[in-house]
């Protein structure tokens, strides 16, 4: 059974940077679609970005231009750079793998921006 584990959420001030991180566990890492998606309080879930096993990537409108999802396939890893941060991109953020009929999350990581 694959796992995803996040880390690098936490508090910076609005124009400020955060790297999250996801790893798998298993080997279908390199030929799945991985994603960041984020949830607000109060919201629905909404992707954030995500790249085929080809490194096609695809963005939400909100984010293009100040976050950067990559992978690293020999470590089973998958980043999102995230910059120029505002308050409105405070959420949990989730890991996602895609493969197939198969979706699997991560426990998510919260990002908070704010003064």
């Known amino acids: 059974q694959v796992q995803l584990v996040e880390s690098g959420g936490g508090l910076v001030q609005p124009g400020g940077s955060l790297r999250l991180s996801c790893v798998a566990s298993g080997s279908i890492f390199r030929i799945a679609t991985m994603g960041w998606y984020r949830q607000a309080p109060g919201k629905q879930r909404e992707l954030v970005a995500d790249m085929d096993s080809r490194g096609n990537t695809n963005y939400a409108g909100s984010v293009k231009g100040r976050f950067t999802i990559s992978r690293d396939n020999a470590k089973n890893t998958v980043y999102l750079q995230m910059n120029s941060l505002k308050p409105e991109d405070t959420a949990v953020y989730y890991c996602?793998?895609?493969?197939?009929?198969?979706?699997?999350w991560g426990q998510g990581t919260q990002g908070t921006v704010s003064s």
């Open positions: 996602n793998l895609r493969i197939g009929d198969t979706t699997i």
